[in-house]
């Protein structure tokens, strides 16, 4: 089992819809969680960090965490074509010092 | 831009041979990361430097090693390469060690014939 499991979908909604990433982890020890945005043939580019459970908002963008269930989430409301690129979850193993990337969701927004 | 450099952007070369990535970090930030990226795998973790020692390591194979050096610089140095060594390898810089935000470069795209 991965420690970090992500839908790879591609997953593809019209202009405005609101989007919903999510992904389950295993480790209980993982601290720090993150969504990364990664366009085409560039580096990832980090969206959203946070610590605790609850949500985190961020302009069209919420992160969720959900540490009893292992389980984290990012919204995206109004969802525009400039939002299509491949979303990352990345957790922190802070003992390992390492960051675990899930799979990646691609996610292709229609005009 | 993130800051982060990497060189080369794009490298081709045949099994066997070695070949070196380089990655200059972002002003201030002491710690290095590598990461392969190919289709089947995904993004995964190799090796971690913080000002210059390793801090943690990945699923790094042994025909492959890093150092960072006191400009803070990285190298990436794979060997004995195969064709299934073939990806994008990225750099990523950040501020700390703990925390998880990081900085990534553009990649090295590597094919390997």
């Known amino acids: 089992q991965k420690e970090v499991e992500q839908d790879p979908g591609p997953l593809s909604v019209p202009e405005g819809a609101i989007v919903s990433l999510n992904c389950t982890y295993s480790?209980?020890?993982?601290?720090?969680f993150m969504w990364y945005r990664q366009y085409s043939r560039k580096g990832p580019e980090l969206l959203m960090y946070?610590?605790?459970?609850g949500n985190k908002e961020d302009g069209r963008f919420t992160a969720q965490v959900d540490k009893s269930s292992k389980y984290i989430s990012l919204f995206i409301r109004d969802s525009q074509p400039s939002d299509s690129a491949t979303y990352l979850c990345?957790?922190?193993?802070?003992?390992?010092?390492?960051?675990?990337f899930g799979s990646g969701t691609r996610l292709q927004v229609q005009p | 831009d993130s800051g982060v450099t990497q060189t080369p952007k794009h490298l081709i070369t045949a099994t066997g041979q070695r070949v070196t990535l380089r990655c200059s970090p972002r002003?201030?930030?002491?710690?290095v990361y590598w990461y392969q990226q190919s289709l089947d795998q995904g993004l995964q973790f190799l090796i971690h430097?913080?000002?210059?020692?390793?801090?943690a390591k990945g699923n790094i194979l042994e025909r492959f090693s890093a150092q960072q050096f006191p400009d803070l610089h990285s190298e990436l140095n794979l060997s004995s390469l195969e064709l299934g060594d073939s990806a994008l390898y990225f750099c990523?810089?950040?501020?700390?060690?703990?925390?998880?935000?990081?900085?990534f470069g553009e990649g090295s795209r590597l094919t390997v014939l």
């Open positions: 480790n209980s020890a993982f601290q720090y």
């Open positions: 430097y913080y000002n210059g020692e390793e801090r």
């Open positions: 946070t610590y605790s459970s």
């Open positions: 002003s201030g930030d002491l710690s």
């Open positions: 990523a810089s950040s501020v700390g060690s703990t925390t998880g935000e990081l900085f």
């Open positions: 990345a957790i922190m193993d802070t003992g390992r010092r390492a960051l675990t």
